[in-house]
């Protein structure tokens, strides 16, 4: 036999199929128009016959239609090639996708009808004899099918036209190497560009998707297109296909579709993702679309609602039937294709069989097998982890046939750690289920692989409990209590925070029995969607948008009022009350939020009648703002109330999430009142007006040493249903290596959620750079960036985790520990590979290679409780509750620490503890106590310096922040409330160690027990990263908030 090559898939999606085919075929039998309306046929799931006079042409051009759609798949039959007696196959009823020889061509046209029949040969499409007049396949989005065509005309489809300019060569072998490097390429090009296709087309599908609940809002994700591109995505909503891609989205599979999504993805779209108010059209995308004349005229009819028959869809003037006409000289601005270079595929050539199949020679040939694969990973970079895989991989199966399974299962322990995309979780299983007496005593022998035959063996039906229904959006039938309508409202997509929808279900129940009819939330529904589509319709003139900021939107528009700046609508965006005058449309500002001083409602004498009136007093102006808002004014009132003071608190705290929560407010009141319609509908939608309220019954003021110091805060619980605590913060700086993304030149803030979800922000803009993904299912203890493209994450269930910076994605497990990994630190060394000190509550530390991801070395300590680890001056020292350990370098134990030796103290319990080398210092906090405890490194015999803290009743953790030392503590005469300070040494002109800022622990919420983590290099500008739990968000404080003259 000849030797075999075998190509490993790509990096970035394991999932993705293993091509050997000519992916360009396809572009030069058709036009890019027909290729587009071939695809369309497929997404469609109609019933497809290819024809060609070339058998093997139908294989290798269906195959190719296959690929380009990845990663949807075809869920209906395919047979590429029907012989003569299977020819009755093309009556099927179902869709399918099928290939004959051109010579049926006519017979299979007139026997069968519903067929799409595509002529490879003379790359036409026609329609089977009895659907000519009434075959309804739609269009590709116009914008989307525009750029697709301009790059599939920037390719270079002949390799004799791009080698034309090259030096010709007589070896045959350096010509087929050239050819085959030309068309890895071009299949990457291509590959590129119909994966672009597809997320141009689908992209917004991920904003409409409710992840809890599984539900997918088609309705509303039909309102967001354009009226031109229904018809397509009707078609394709309701296939199995999408069904399937709905599926993956909703598990949030990070495959080639969501990588491309995310690495596409626009700053504003990363700014849309951390709103929690419903979204307007800004001011940017007004502009944008303001030449579409069609999409604005449309735009209210469009509008549809589940369950609501009576809603006719209009007729839209129909599209061109057949793209060939396309005109694309609009397009050609748009960019070319990506200039993408594959990397060289890696080649494992498998030894030749040239001897009889006999049990001794294929023994020894398996033997030699596996003597190559490990000679091969002998000679691995420490750093290819990605081949290491395979290697282990491959190596695991031919053991399996050797018989040797404690070997396979070694094996495939390793490649569990390396590269779990690829771990064969049922393969695993069943080799466990057929291991003998002898061999289990084996694995005994190995606890990490036990470990890891326990975890398949404990959850078997893992896989099939998975929920993997995706449901409809639809209105209830039936009253609902409290639960059943938090629920509705969160697939609605309305709203997703379960306080909110408290709240939204008090105000729509005010003096009735506590649940809600169908008809009310039908009533509400429509409202909601009736004020939604009003807002989509404003339209703002040029000389209006000029005054606005591009991400402004406008929420609210009153009727036509007459006001003392003139007549007009007075218009709500998140930031500012403007009037709309009539007229000659124009602008006049009333004022932003920042600068109102006072909102009251009066009435105005006009004819012998009383007119309600809002006044609004602005801090820039002398003259009040007055309108007859006349019915309008007592909802006006609540809500610019409501939006001043939602206004006022983010400005305080530094938080813009305030703002769009009271945005949230003012148009669910407005939802509200609009349903109710009757003389308490002004009552319950005050039971909305949140931050109104706090302002004036416990306003949450900060002291002023905390409004001075406090710089941004952000909330990584967005979008969730319930505020979560920070477990863990991780500040990563960015870097400037050209080869990089540009995303990933940017510094990164993680933060660690419960039940082990990571969410990771952008520290330059503070914008959502990764929503949350999972590391598990328990509570991270701690996180570590051990190099640049490695963060790993400790967690409660024993487990490190391992993630990919670049891809944001977690392939790499380490489960060396036996109980809960409890602090991770990194020691770099100049010549050596860094390593990775991890340390569990049992005692146990172990010291990692980052290269290979292999123990290099372990001890235990004497006693368990290890809570935190440092290096230092060649020893480890360890914190394990009742006393700090010293080690050396070999496990063995060098001094230790106790508070019970010098101060006969019995309860002492160490919390945290921070060194100091350039103090030559140790600080150490134990629980319950308000002192600090420092010792000096020169002769840690010596008791230690006790050093009481002002206004401290409890320490919490600490932090170090260069040459000074941070902690949390609580505040003896306000318990809910957390005191944040940093001090100098004893040594240093700082005369005494207070705290510096006083951080609000808002009510019912307990304080955080977790770790704060400082990157080594400190964020960027200078800012220490604080968190605390309450609403759940981390804090930048700016570190000249200290009074020494010793500045961070």
């Not at 997404?43 to 093997?56: G, H, N, Y």
């Not at 190995?446 to 209105?475: G, N, Q, T, Y």
């Not at 082990?756 to 203890?781: L, P």
């Not at 994605?809 to 100049?830: E, F, P, R």
Request: hydrophobic share 40%; proline share 6%.
């Amino acid at each position: 036999m000849k030797s075999l090559q075998i190509v490993l898939p790509a990096r970035a999606d394991p999932e993705s199929p293993i091509l050997d085919l000519d992916l360009h075929l396809p572009l030069l039998c058709f036009r890019p128009e027909k290729v587009l309306q071939i695809l369309t046929c497929i997404l469609t799931e109609q019933r497809i016959v290819f024809f060609s006079s070339d058998w093997a042409l139908l294989t290798l051009v269906t195959e190719c239609f296959m690929a380009y759609l990845y990663p949807l798949q075809w869920q209906h039959p395919f047979v590429p090639i029907l012989s003569d007696q299977m020819l009755d196959f093309v009556m099927a009823p179902t869709s399918f996708l099928m290939g004959c020889h051109l010579d049926h061509f006519e017979e299979v046209s007139k026997e069968a009808d519903g067929l799409v029949l595509i002529n490879i040969d003379h790359g036409s499409i026609t329609y089977s004899k009895s659907t000519d007049d009434n075959v309804d396949i739609p269009d590709v989005p116009l914008l989307a099918a525009q750029t697709f065509i301009q790059r599939v005309q920037s390719l270079q489809l002949h390799h004799e036209l791009h080698a034309a300019h090259l030096l010709s060569s007589t070896d045959l072998k350096e010509g087929r190497a050239h050819r085959r490097s030309w068309q890895q390429k071009l299949n990457c090009q291509i590959q590129q560009t119909t994966l672009q296709l597809l997320v141009s087309i689908f992209r917004d599908v991920k904003n409409h998707l409710n992840y809890e609940h599984r539900v997918f809002n088609s309705e509303e994700f039909l309102k967001t297109r354009a009226p031109g591109d229904h018809q397509f995505y009707k078609q394709v909503l309701d296939t199995y296909m999408f069904h399937s891609f709905l599926k993956a989205r909703l598990n949030r599979r990070m495959d080639a579709f969501a990588q491309m999504d995310l690495d596409t993805q626009s700053e504003e779209d990363r700014i849309n993702g951390m709103l929690l108010s419903p979204r307007r059209p800004t001011v940017e995308k007004r502009a944008s679309r303001k030449s579409s004349h069609l999409h604005v005229t449309h735009r209210r009819m469009v509008v549809s609602m589940p369950n609501l028959q009576d809603i006719a869809m209009p007729e839209l003037a129909p599209r061109n039937s057949s793209l060939r006409l396309t005109d694309t000289a609009g397009c050609r601005g748009s960019s070319a294709v990506l200039n993408v270079t594959p990397k060289s595929p890696y080649t494992f050539k498998i030894p030749e069989i040239h001897f009889p199949l006999e049990s001794k020679c294929v023994q020894a040939y398996h033997a030699h097998f596996v003597s190559m694969l490990s000679e091969a990973m002998c000679f691995l970079a420490p750093d290819n982890s990605l081949l290491l895989a395979r290697y282990l991989y491959l190596r695991g199966l031919v053991y399996l046939m050797q018989g040797q399974l404690l070997n396979a299962l070694l094996d495939f322990q390793n490649l569990y750690k390396t590269d779990i995309r690829i771990f064969p979780t049922d393969l695993v299983k069943r080799t466990v289920e057929s291991m003998s007496a002898p061999e289990w005593e084996g694995a005994e022998q190995a606890p990490e692989l036990m470990r890891l035959i326990s975890e398949i063996l404990d959850k078997p039906h893992e896989a099939s409990k998975l929920d993997d229904h995706v449901k409809k959006f639809k209105l209830p039938k039936k009253h609902m209590q409290l639960g059943d309508f938090m629920k509705r409202v969160q697939e609605s997509g309305i709203v997703k925070d379960a306080s909110i929808i408290h709240r939204l279900f008090e105000a729509l129940t005010v003096g009735q029995e506590k649940q809600i009819d169908p008809e009310t939330f039908k009533d509400f529904y429509n409202c909601w969607k009736e004020t939604e589509a009003e807002a989509q319709e404003v339209s703002l003139p040029w000389l209006v948008m000029e005054h606005l900021d591009k991400n402004e939107c406008v929420c609210k528009l009153s009727s036509s009022v007459k006001t003392n700046l003139g007549v007009g609508k007075i218009a709500m965006t998140q930031k500012r009350l403007f009037l709309l005058t009539e007229g000659r449309p124009g602008y006049l500002e009333i004022s932003t939020f920042r600068n109102i001083e006072e909102v009251r409602r009066t009435t105005t004498t006009f004819l012998l009648r009383r007119i309600p009136t809002l006044k609004i007093r602005v801090a820039s102006k002398k003259e009040v703002f007055e309108a007859n808002l006349k019915t309008e004014c007592d909802l006006w009132h609540l809500m610019v109330k409501e939006m001043w003071a939602g206004k006022k608190l983010a400005d305080d705290h530094k938080d813009p999430h305030y703002v769009q929560q009271a945005l949230t407010n003012v148009l669910l009141m407005d939802a509200v009142v609009g349903t109710l319609q009757s003389p308490g509908a002004i009552y319950a939608a005050s039971k909305l007006s949140y931050f109104d309220k706090m302002s004036n019954e416990m306003p949450m003021t900060l002291p002023e040493t905390t409004l001075e110091t406090l710089k941004h805060k952000i909330n990584p619980s967005a979008g969730e249903a319930f505020p979560q605590a920070v477990d863990v913060l991780l500040y990563t700086p960015g870097h400037l290596d050209p080869a990089e993304k540009v995303e990933d030149a940017h510094p990164k803030l993680w933060c660690a959620l419960s039940e082990g979800k990571v969410t990771v922000f952008n520290a330059s803009s503070w914008t959502i750079h990764q929503h949350s993904f999972k590391v598990g299912t328990a509570k991270v203890n701690c996180m570590v960036m051990a190099d640049q493209n490695q963060v790993w994450v400790g967690s409660e269930d024993s487990v490190i985790y391992i993630i990919n910076v670049h891809s944001m994605s977690c392939n790499k497990q380490l489960t060396a520990h036996c109980s809960s990994v409890t602090d991770l630190i990194v020691q770099d060394g100049q010549e050596a590979p860094s390593n990775v000190y991890s340390c569990s509550m049992d005692g146990m530390v172990l010291v990692w290679n980052v290269s290979t991801l292999q123990v290099t070395s372990r001890f235990q300590l004497p006693r368990g409780g290890l809570t935190s680890i440092r290096l230092h001056g060649g020893r480890l020292w360890c914190c394990t509750g009742n006393s700090i350990m010293v080690m050396k370098m070999n496990g063995s134990l060098h001094q230790e620490l106790k508070i019970e030796e010098n101060f006969k103290d019995t309860s002492t319990s160490f919390l945290a503890f921070q060194l100091l080398p350039e103090e030559e210092q140790l600080w150490a906090a134990c629980a319950g106590r308000s002192e600090v405890y420092i010792w000096s490194l020169k002769d840690l015999a010596q008791p230690p310096q006790r050093v009481p803290l002002e206004d401290c009743s409890e320490i919490n953790c600490m932090i170090r922040v260069k040459k000074q030392v941070g902690w949390r503590a609580r505040h003896p005469q306000h318990p809910r409330q957390v005191s944040l300070a940093l001090a100098a040494s004893p040594c240093s002109r700082e005369p005494a160690a207070r705290p510096r800022a006083l951080l609000p622990s808002p009510l019912r919420v307990p304080l955080l027990t977790g770790t704060c983590r400082v990157g080594a290099n400190g964020p960027t500008g200078h800012h220490v990263l604080v968190s605390w739990c309450g609403p759940s968000t981390p804090q930048r404080i700016p570190p000249n908030w200290m009074a020494s003259n010793d500045r961070t």
